[in-house]
């Protein structure tokens, strides 16, 4: 029987020895070529283990001083600081269009049409109660504006119902001032105008109106297709280089109600830029030479400021349409005017459920009917009134009123105007009773104000790159080095050194289990494996000595059979 020998199986290294050691050999091999300082010597092979320790804590402090200054910059950078600078003190007013003016007789209706209305909104009606509560109805819109809804006072215990059917605010259309009849004497920069070619009607919330340089209604933006420098412009200065006009009043032809009221005759005007819905306007008595002067002031904030939320640059951008501080009339753009015109008409549908069409453009609420115009009247002292968000801590408000969310656009151009009314003696204006309006600038150039962040992305990385620099001595290179040998070398070392493990593991096991060839007996404890391996070394000697014994014996008969016979070799 021969005996088989299976060697010992050699000790195969662990996974964790392996991923150490290669990963002690690939950061020496990234510390000679990076050029971030400290880490070549922390990572020299020539270093000792104490010169290591002193560069170790020597990167970590520089590292962790860092990050400390860094995040100090990055709590300036969200903290959104914002300055404003002076632009420009002489940017040319022809850069800007001239302002909408929008003109509005405090007495809106013509009541000498008053049966021409009746006759075309109700021409079918006979009965005395229904054509007199018309007339109260109209009488009520004569001088109802936004927040002065008091008129409507008159129509308690009315049966308003019985005129649902009858859409007031076409008849309020009909018996407005028209062009004509309102507007007169028209001059643009010195050259005259037929006053109905240069104005048009259009809706405010002081009602129907009529607007010169606007875009807001359907003749403006024909206007603008026929003359492509509308809406217009002038570089001129002081007084008639602009817009003059004579506003008739009528007063012979005023509801009667107000006939009590002479005091009050006279006109509004609203000084807005363009797109803009409603501003509060000025009144302007009548019997007057009145002088508005403008001062435009423009007020932007710069591209840089767009990474800041809404809420925090106090503006909204027109087009940040997904801003949650975006609201604006259906149709327009952002303007802090519109939004607080949007907010107005949903404080008017949650009281009452409807809105003022003449009041607001076309939009998705419903309209007004003759019963609804008494609750407007309950709740106007809901309407009169506007507080700002967040100014209860500061301000004793003894009415509750309504609170409107709304920023300023971030390019505003507001106009700062000076009323100046002189009274006309009465033997100048005789019977008739007027305003001549003469609208100007007051200087040929306007401030332009810019507002920009105290500390931008910009200032922030060139602020990184300092710290980094000063700090350990690496630049935006020294950073790609890193990122580099993080995501590629590192995972490929990785990957490489499993694959190494486990193919010299597995020729390891096919070592194992593949007998030697002269072995043909498997023993399975190691005592007995010694034991058969002791027993055949000694059979192995044992054979050698006989066959050297052999050859000695046969070398001697050799020898002695020579030396008898002798024969020499």
């Not at 002690?24 to 104490?50: C, P």
């Not at 109805?137 to 009858?166: K, M």
């Not at 819905?277 to 904030?301: D, G, K, R, V």
Request: aromatic share 14%; hydrophobic share 35%; proline share 4%.
């Amino acid at each position: 029987m021969t005996l088989a020998y299976f060697p010992p199986p050699k000790a195969q290294p662990s996974l964790s020895s392996s991923l150490a050691q290669s990963a002690w050999q690939l950061a020496m091999r990234f510390g000679k070529r990076t050029t971030i300082h400290g880490l070549d010597r922390l990572l020299s092979a020539r270093a000792s283990r104490w010169e290591r320790l002193v560069w170790l804590c020597t990167f970590v402090m520089a590292f962790l001083g860092a990050v400390y200054v860094c995040l100090i910059l990055s709590a300036r950078y969200n903290a959104a600081h914002f300055q404003t600078v002076v632009d420009s003190t002489r940017y040319p007013v022809y850069r800007i269009p001239f302002p909408v003016i929008t003109i509005c007789n405090r007495n809106r209706l013509n009541w000498h049409r008053l049966s021409q209305a009746k006759s075309r909104f109700m021409s079918n009606v006979s009965d005395i109660v229904q054509l007199s509560l018309f007339e109260r109805i109209v009488g009520s819109y004569d001088d109802a504006y936004f927040g002065h809804f008091q008129s409507f006072e008159r129509l308690r215990n009315q049966p308003t119902e019985l005129l649902n059917y009858i859409n007031f605010s076409q008849v309020v259309d009909f018996m407005t001032w028209r062009c004509d009849e309102l507007l007169t004497d028209c001059l643009w920069r010195h050259y005259a105008y037929n006053c109905c070619d240069i104005f048009s009607k259009r809706r405010s919330k002081n009602g129907l109106c009529w607007a010169f340089n606007s875009l807001e209604t359907d003749e403006g933006r024909r206007m603008q297709l026929i003359d492509p420098m509308w809406p217009w412009r002038t570089g001129s200065a002081g007084p008639m280089s602009a817009l003059s006009v004579r506003v008739v009043i009528h007063a012979s032809k005023h509801w009667p109600g107000t006939n009590g009221k002479d005091s009050l005759k006279g006109i509004d005007v609203m000084v807005t830029e363009p797109f803009v819905w409603h501003n509060n306007p000025f009144y302007i008595p009548a019997n007057t030479e009145t002088t508005l002067e403008i001062e435009p002031i423009i007020y932007f904030y710069d591209n840089d400021t767009r990474g800041v939320r809404s809420d925090q640059r106090q503006c909204v951008f027109d087009d940040e349409h997904l801003s949650k501080d975006f609201k604006s009339l259906q149709g327009y753009v952002y303007m802090i005017e519109n939004c607080q015109s949007e907010c107005h008409q949903e404080y008017l549908v949650r009281y009452c459920n409807c809105t003022m069409d003449l009041l607001f453009p076309p939009g998705q609420y419903r309209s007004c009917r003759a019963q609804d115009l008494l609750c407007l009247a309950e709740h106007n002292d809901l309407l009169l009134y506007s507080h700002q968000p967040g100014e209860k801590d500061f301000v004793r408000n003894h009415f509750e009123g309504m609170s409107c969310k709304c920023f300023r656009n971030c390019y505003s151009l507001n106009y700062i105007s000076d009323v100046r009314p002189a009274f006309l003696p009465p033997d100048v204006y005789a019977n008739s009773s007027y305003v001549d309006l003469d609208v100007h600038y007051r200087f040929e150039t306007i401030m332009v104000y810019r507002t920009s962040l105290v500390f931008g992305w910009v200032d922030l990385m060139v602020s990184f790159g300092g710290i980094a620099g000063l700090f350990l001595g690496c630049s935006l290179i020294s950073g790609m080095e890193l990122a580099y040998f993080l995501c590629i070398e590192v995972p490929a070392f990785g990957i490489d050194g499993l694959h190494r493990y486990w193919q010299t593991r597995r020729q390891m096991n096919m070592e194992t289990t593949v007998p030697s060839s002269r072995l043909n007996i498997q023993q399975n404890t190691p005592s007995q494996l010694m034991e058969n391996y002791i027993l055949q070394l000694k059979a192995e000697q044992a054979q050698q000595e006989e066959l050297k014994q052999r050859a000695n014996f046969q070398n001697w008969q050799r020898l002695t059979f020579a030396k008898k016979y002798g024969y020499k070799k």
